[in-house]
């Protein structure tokens, strides 16, 4: 029996699959990944890149801006697949693992970021806005089933378990952090996550009336 707004999945689906296919199951899993990924993001680009560590606040601002803008996109075009998000998250890492960006002091009370005495260190000042906007395309990308799945179920309902998913992604990262695993275990975390998405995503859904 299925309710009005809740999704639906073929009979002949496989116990396992069908459970990766729930709405519900779904929204945890796809709200912890977003709060991990956050929470990844946060903590390991400032580590790797000194400069953007002074200003760890637009990392959060574009992970906002991302979830917003992929909750939106998915509202209005269905969109359910997240096929794109490793692509960027791959370019991230690309980014930031090939980049040396070099904090230079030259007294006790000035630090200049990469600019005295060199013009090829003028670069640093395209790193910030760029890394912003991967980020938001990282965070977009994984946030568009978000929006179907929001509203294939009633509001409070779909709250709920938007808010159980998040604080699991909060609980399982600073697991991770503080038990002093390697940035190379939360990536391994996320490539499972993301699988466990893409393995449940083609489901279908009918909205609430």
Known sequence: MTDAGTVQTPASDPGSLARLRDPRVRLVLTSGTLLFVELLLIRWIPSEVRYIGFFSNFLLMASFLGIGLGILLGRHRRLESIAIFPILLGGVVWLITSIQLNVQIRSTNEV??????????????LVLPLVFALVTAIMASLALPLGPLLRSMPPLKAYA????????GIVGFVALSTSGTPPQVWFIVVVALVILLSTGTGFTFRRLP
């Open 161 to 168: 378990f938007d808010i159980a998913g998040s604080m699991l």
């Open 112 to 125: 200049f970021f990469g600019l005295a005495e060199s013009h090829a260190a003028d670069a640093n000042f």
